[in-house]
């Protein structure tokens, strides 16, 4: 079947929840990718910040592959040694004590709040707890999730949602301070605001919800779902701050294509929240997800995946500056290691398919914002390349 005929079959038969891009993609080389048609894309945006080691990456398919071969799936009633290890690796990376692997970020984000009002709960003996949210924050599409997006787009058709959430404005501490009561068991948000338009949490503003938190026992939940595993130049975003999470939810890249998310706690919660029957998955972190993010964990580390971002992230940014001085259309600049974004004033749509026609995969954020998400393994070369393209699309 050729592409057009492919197009036409997803339209007829798949629901049709998503405005695709003409192309119909087959296979990826370290960070390109190849359609039906043989024709090749420099990608930057790795799947929407998933596939952080490029594609063909020997270990990692190695790793899957032995794993097949092995067991793909027990479910949670018995345990299994790659999750295990996963979880270890985990702990290690983000420098926290328990960990529940789920499927998705959207999933992981679910458990976080179910771990954070059942905190509530054990320490008050009653429910009826409320969270605080950020305007212009995305954490998913499940009705959970999607009650603690503040973006009324998402939210709107599918109200009434999750009840007592209250939603404070980003990189505005008097209005967290404002929203917060004594019913409030916790706040979340996205440490680089990623769907919203690439908005990384100033430092006065983190380290002053986190200190509002401990002083009210309240449970801060920081959402690295796009923003960690390494894109912003450390493995965690967070971790650039005086801050520590009570709760952190994770996935995108912490299997890099594999579907994985986690949410990852600290004791002091882990002892007083879920419980055996509390919360469960079928399939959340059984061996070959675990086969994945022992893999991925490992070549971060071992690799120095975060330095590297710490490297390119900082060519990337004085590229992308020179596109601003030269294009009037480039209104803001903002990100942080290999997450950032371009706020034009021109279609950023138009941007995207102009960009895909001459080979080059960009997404957007937001109405405004160029989205840059490559694969952590780009080099300069990758970098001008993809500087060069953009330069002959902007007016």
């Not at 005929?5 to 049709?16: P, R, V």
């Not at 690799?303 to 803001?332: M, S």
């Not at 080979?359 to 390349?385: K, S």
Request: net charge negative; proline share 3%; charged share 25%.
């Amino acid at each position: 079947m050729d592409s057009l005929g492919y197009i036409q079959s997803a339209e007829k038969d798949l629901l049709h929840t998503y405005n695709r891009y003409g192309v119909v993609l087959e296979k990826g080389r370290d960070v390109y990718l190849f359609d039906t048609n043989g024709k090749k894309y420099l990608d930057f945006a790795a799947g929407i910040a998933v596939c952080a080691l490029g594609y063909g990456n020997e270990e990692y398919k190695a790793a899957l592959k032995e794993q097949v071969d092995k067991l793909l799936h027990t479910s949670n009633l018995y345990y299994n040694a790659p999750v295990i290890e996963a979880a270890r690796l985990l702990k290690r990376a983000s420098g926290m004590d328990r960990v529940f692997f789920t499927n998705s970020g959207a999933e992981a984000v679910e458990g976080a709040i179910k771990a954070a009002k059942k905190y509530a709960y054990t320490r008050d003996g009653h429910g009826g707890h409320e969270i605080i949210a950020m305007q212009g924050s995305f954490h998913g599409r499940t009705i959970g999730a999607l009650s603690v997006t503040g973006n009324g787009h998402y939210r709107e058709p599918f109200e009434p949602l999750l009840p007592g959430i209250r939603f404070a404005r980003f990189n505005d501490l008097d209005s967290v301070k404002e929203q917060a009561s004594e019913k409030t068991c916790a706040v979340i948000m996205e440490t680089v605001q990623g769907e919203g338009g690439i908005y990384p949490a100033e430092k006065e503003f983190i380290e002053g919800v986190a200190k509002l938190c401990r002083e009210r026992d309240i449970l801060f939940i920081l959402d690295e779902i796009q923003c960690g595993m390494g894109r912003s130049g450390k493995m965690f975003a967070w971790q650039h701050y005086d801050v520590k999470p009570d709760i952190m939810a994770a996935a995108k890249a912490l299997g890099c294509g594999v579907p994985v998310g986690a949410f990852v706690m600290t004791e002091r919660v882990a002892q007083k929240s879920l419980v055996p029957g509390d919360h469960g998955t079928t399939y959340g972190g059984n061996p070959f997800a675990g086969a994945a993010v022992r893999t991925v964990l490992e070549i971060m580390e071992r690799d120095k995946i975060t330095e590297h971002v710490q490297e390119i992230g900082g060519y990337l940014w004085e590229r992308l500056e020179g596109l601003r001085r030269k294009h009037e259309c480039i209104v803001d600049h903002r990100g942080i290691g290999l997450m950032q974004g371009l706020s034009v004033s021109v279609p950023v749509g138009e941007v995207s398919r102009k960009a895909l026609e001459k080979g080059l995969v960009l997404i957007t954020a937001g109405a405004d914002v160029i989205r840059f998400v490559p694969p952590l393994v780009i080099e300069e070369e990758h970098v001008d390349l993809m500087v060069q393209i953009l330069d002959g699309i902007l007016p």
